[in-house]
């Protein structure tokens, strides 16, 4: 892979090779999902009824190879909302490529210019080769994630 790359809105001609991506993602963190869940999240992700659900894909000699989500929501700390990056991924042959880079500096350059600043994203702790790049790009935080 040597070609240029691109990275674009996910458009709804991408439903195959997304649902594709996105199931891989989810099967490196040991997660899946029913079908039912992956229409409704591609529908928002597509749909001008939801401003505040967004993605990216990523070609790669014109073929798609990664993914990101990012959702805007408020925050109480800020008068502006924040963007939480949730799902970032890059097809195993395409990494090295600085696909992953790209994708955080697409969601960088759009939550700024929608005037929201603030990125922010958790991975596994054991997620050791996308932390090599995200210790490049962002700053770790002290933060402990708890859920119910």
Known sequence: M???????????T????????????????ETALPDTVY???????????????????????????????????AHNWRPEQVCYLQDLYTAPEARGHGVGRALIEAVYARADADGHPSVYWMTQEFNATARQLYDRVATLTPFVKYAR
């Open 39 to 73: 229409d409704t999240t591609f529908a928002r992700l597509i749909s001008p009824d939801h401003p505040d659900q967004n993605g990216f894909t990523a070609l790669l000699d014109g073929r798609a190879v990664g993914l990101v989500h990012y959702i805007y929501h």
């Open 14 to 29: 991408d439903r195959p090779v997304w649902g594709d991506l996105w199931r891989a993602y989810l099967e490196f963190y």
């Open 2 to 12: 040597t070609g240029a790359l691109i990275i674009r809105p996910i458009e709804f």
